[in-house]
């Protein structure tokens, strides 16, 4: 029943950007805490970015000042803006949306920093 669905990755060189976004199914997104996770090959599922209903964000540490979180309720769309792009940013990068117990991710998206 519940969708998650990314779009926007794909193969950008050293410093560009790459806007993805998620779209989800329901009726009350204005209500979840919406994020991104990533994985890369060998590596554990790790938080990018994370926004609440109230609109607080939080960051790794590695994307803070470079990425963007955000959410447009009204299309029951999340966003992340990626900026100055590295190679270590490649993975996979999963939508998750969460409300009290209820937790779902996405299929995911790749995203390839490469020259």
């Known amino acids: 029943q519940v969708q998650l669905v990314e779009s926007g990755g794909g193969l950008v060189q050293p410093g560009g950007s790459l806007r993805l976004s998620c779209t989800t199914s329901?009726?009350?997104?204005?209500?979840?805490?919406m994020g991104w996770y990533r994985q890369a090959p060998g590596k554990q599922r790790g938080l990018v970015a994370r926004i609440t209903s109230g609109g607080s964000t939080n960051y790794a540490d590695s994307v803070r000042g470079r990425f963007t979180i955000s959410r447009d309720n009204a299309k029951n769309t999340l966003y992340l803006r990626m900026n100055s792009l590295k190679p270590e940013d490649t993975a996979v990068y999963y939508c998750w949306r969460a409300y009290r117990n209820d937790s779902y991710w996405g299929q995911g998206t790749q995203v390839t920093v490469s020259s």
């Open positions: 329901g009726s009350r997104f204005s209500i979840y805490t």
